[in-house]
């Protein structure tokens, strides 16, 4: 072993860098989720003839700052018979799970925090830890709602992320790559210009499950407010169930980007547009990826103002029976197209 | 210690939902038994916000009584005004006039609207669709105005008097009335391209509280709850009251009896509603308000203010209340939760013997259990928005 003076500084550089990035993303992640609920409510509130919020600063644009204020001092209650550790970890467990995401989703060019052979399939590991919160806290809350809403999740959000997997496998075969910046790279460079064109059918599939992925009507059952009051949250307050709000939002924002990055292109334009109308290469890439994170929240948005909420055995039904098998059809269709072409 | 076997088994989750629930409009408590998602059992609980105002109307006078009257079905307080005084007219023997008929008729379908309206707000809610919830209630408000600008009060009303209305009714305000009936049937249309036609509205309402006609009366549901099974059975068509005997409406009736076939029955009932008010307001008579009736109606106010003898006779009826002839009767009435009876026994003083109160929701929360068993839970809540059941109603 010889390490000379320079390569320890050179390390401590690029640790340095990682360090700043991840405040960075952190950061600007954190204040995205904190304007995603306003946007929300603004957006849902336009379009149910009202306002949104609006007393906050001007046009209500102080809201979500007020909020978390509001959860941060708020008193943190312990139910009774609740199992103390484990009431404690879940919301924790939740929330890092979704924001661990944010480490490997190429924002604009040569910016990701870790640029992972196996970004996507880490995502799905990661998510997949996200269920443990949920079906913990419903567990230790000791309460029957919470029990019967963390029971639903954990089974919906287990039997979608398969549809959603097998969703992105098109994908994954188009580029020929599990990496998110390759992804993005291989649809830079294809005729289309984005996945979504060839891969319309998974990316249907993979909205659907998104939807149920992150708990958002018509699939929010697991805190149908008006069955199960809140669902497995209920009986966390303050800051504790701030975590899961804020996890919820970061989740969104995770699958949200995941759309951006394996459907729409990510941060690149398709060729044709920049060909059509040339001063829009200008435009930087994170000003796209962001329009894009923006427009799929929007249809979450849209989504819940509009439709009701699916009944349980029948949300069961859409994703075994209609999502897994389509995204399965997809995949077959997909392998051959690749083979043969 | 010898060494006990334990046997795994699995039993049932006993969950109590309400009286403090979202979905149980108001303090209606349900103990469900839950096989996994399937409810098995289901008990209702009422009685949260009894407040004994049939014992408290036995030591009213007849005219004290109607506040009362409002705070049953406080979402069409309107309704149960004229469910009273109509019973109150029959027992004393009186006849409101022609021009106060149709007012009454015309506020009774306002208030039929009105809490229609909330049904399908929260009906709709419950099962998931936020949007229509909103869109419902800025009718809502509109009709509260319209309300208040017929006699001040937005929801406790106690606008029909016995032997007529309290007051007339201004030109600006059927004019404002007018100009709502024009407007409704596309507001109508609004919610029904929410949830009409909605795939996932339809596989949460079809086929889900099934309940045959047979059953259905055996069970005594009254309203559009039995309407949706197919009875044709309306008390405003079948022993007219008011001015419904003058008024072109029809009944709209369902075929399968479930929550779907309910929905709509309901959604038909408020155009024919609206349609009633517009001939209503088109066919208004001139005339008095009242009955002239001195020995059983209170006297104008301007009157009593200006001469004795009317002051005497005000005086002597709130105190000590009409000379009511002996008897008893039950008059129904068409609310927009069903049939509302009351039951008045009269000993011959000015206060009822007995009065008791035939209340809709009371015998639709009893169907409930029926409706639910086998169903998952996300189907009581269903079930209970399509019952159209309100507490202070049901518990009185």
Known sequence: MNITGQEVIDFLIKVGIIIIKIAVVLGIALLHVA????????????????LGPMRVGPHGLLQPIADGIKLFFKEDILPANADKPVFYLAPVIFMASAMVNLSVIPFTK??????????????????????????????ASNSKYSFIGGLRSSAQVISYEVAMGLSLVGVMVMAGSLNLTDIVKAQRDSPWGMFIIPQIVGFIVFTIAAVAETNRAPFDLPEAESELVAGYFVEYSGFRFALFFLGEYTAMLIISSIAAVCFLGGW???WYITKALPFLSHVPGIVWFLLKVYLFIFLYYWLRATLPRYRYDQLMAIGWKILIPVALANIVVTGLVKILL | MGQVEKILETRELNVNMGPQHPATHGVLRLVLDIDGETVVKVTPYVGYLHRGIEKLGENLTYFQALPLTDRMDYIASMTNNIGYVNAVERLFGIEAPERAKFIRTMVGEMARISSHLLWIATHALDIGAMTVFLYAFREREWLLGLFEMICG???????????????????????????FTDEFPSRILDYET????NRIWLKRTKGIGVISAEEAINWGLTGPTLRGSGVLYDVRKHTPYD????????????????????????????????????QCIEKLPNGPIMADAPKFTLPPKDYILKDMEHLISQFILITKG??????EIYVATEVPKGELGFYFVSDGSGRPYRMRVRAPSFVHASVLPRLCVGHLVADVIANIGTIDIVLGECDR
């Not at chain 1, 304007?35 to 009202?50: L, P």
């Not at chain 2, 003058?246 to 024919?272: A, H, N, S, W």
């Open chain 1, 110 to 139: 040569n910016f990701v925090i870790a640029n992972l052979n196996v970004g996507l399939l880490f995502i799905f590991a990661i998510a997949g830890l996200g269920v443990y919160g949920i079906f913990i806290s419903g567990w």
């Open chain 2, 243 to 278: 001015a419904y005997d003058k008024v072109d409406f029809d009944v709209p009736i369902g075929t399968e009896g479930d929550t779907y076939d309910r929905y709509r029955c309901r959604m038909l009932e408020f155009r024919q509603s609206n349609r009633i008010i517009r």
């Open chain 1, 35 to 50: 304007y995603a609920t306003y946007f929300e409510r603004k957006v849902i509130g336009h379009m149910q003839v009202r």
């Open chain 2, 153 to 179: 009060a937005r929801l406790t009303v106690t606008y029909p008097r016995i032997g007529g209305v309290r007051n007339d009714v201004s030109q600006e305000f059927l004019d404002s009335l007018y100009k």
């Open chain 1, 268 to 270: 690149t334009i398709p």
């Open chain 2, 194 to 197: 929410l949830i009409d036609q």
């Open chain 2, 322 to 327: 009409p000379a009511v002839p002996e008897g």
